[in-house]
């Protein structure tokens, strides 16, 4: 494969959470046993669909339904922040989709069998996209903690998912933000497989009186970073 | 002014972020409509597209059916190219997501793609077998896991680049059967006995 070009960068290991990670339960029958093939970036990996408002309709504010009837209950808050590269470009007219718990720790799922109730006014789910810069946001309410059957006594602290895509579907996530000053942090087994403090500390939002409004929502700002491109062509196969 | 894409200073702060798991209630951004690729034409496909179904099961290490999957495809077009992103949104692309059902099964329409280049820095045209990227994120996957999905029969799997890095005992997890009626089917094993092949992308 002499004459492939390694696209986008590589990640640290310590950076990224190992997908045979004991002391989440589920990864035990899930992980590959196998080493994993380096796959070389072709036009495969560097390109990736588009997606447009006209075609995948923005929900902004998750606190309305689209009937305008009713508002969720819970604690309203603004999120948003910037999707960029690892080398600072702003991921342009990029979809971001959220979902969450309501505030009381219960998701619309018919999975979810948490002993919480539902809110008819909050379904969980938004779609925005970022603007030329990198920028996005949306009004949500702060998603409560629930638990789970991983260990005894078992508790996720609040989070949001987000799923991200770049200019290339190498930079395909899905990852969760955190809230600042959860209790429940340390104890999580998720947010704790990634083994580098600094990383696992960019997955928790922080609070922005910028970006609160004033006599109606706290705002929280998290950013997030997509893998940047390789800065030179690689001769080889081989790399560190 | 260029228009040039403006870049923040360097800095060594910027790291890519954490990737975690899509946990088992990701069916909040399940659109089952998003299985169908072909789902904006209608009648108007592609000059020499064959509408194809992919479908599958995907099974964990103790051979269980992996009920909770978000499935992803993305692939090139008949012709073999992708989607200029200055380009037409509405032009067919070959994205698709499909959560598996309560059998473990996974199912897209789509239109079968063409052979694509290996890129604008391969030194030459090099072509690559047609091929479909495949996405899996789940609870218990940390990170999503990925392979390609290849055709049998294809003349070009013979030599395609990423076929030929893998072990031939393996490549057969990777190369889709045809089934009859423009189906292919394709198993993943996430773990275990015949694993897929899966990919450090
Ligand atoms: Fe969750």
Redo the contacts with the bound molecule.
Sequence with gaps: MSDVVHGYRRPNPATQPPLNSPSYGSTHARYPTQPLLELPHTLTETSSPIFTPARYPEVTDLTVLENGKGQAMGERIIVGGRLTDEDGRPIRRAMVEVW??NAAGR?NHEGDTHDAPLDPNFRGMGRVFTDDEGWYRYVTIRPGA?PWRNHQNAW?PN?T?YSLFGSGFAQRMIT?MYFPGDPLLPLDPIFNTVADEAARNRLVAKFDLEMTKPEWALGYRFDIVLRGREATPMEDGHHD | MTEATPELAPSDALVASAHQTA?P?WHLVDFPEWADTTRHFADRLPEGAERITLAGTVKDGKGALVTDALVEIWHADPSGRYPDQNGDPTAFQGYGRCATDKQGRFRFVTLKPGPVPVGPHAGGNAMQAPHVALAIFARGLLQHLSTRLYFEGEPLNATDPVLKAVPEARRGTMIAKPAGNGTWTLDLRLQGEGETVWMAV
């Design positions: 969450q718990a998701y629930y996720r989070h998912h969760q | 946990g209630y």
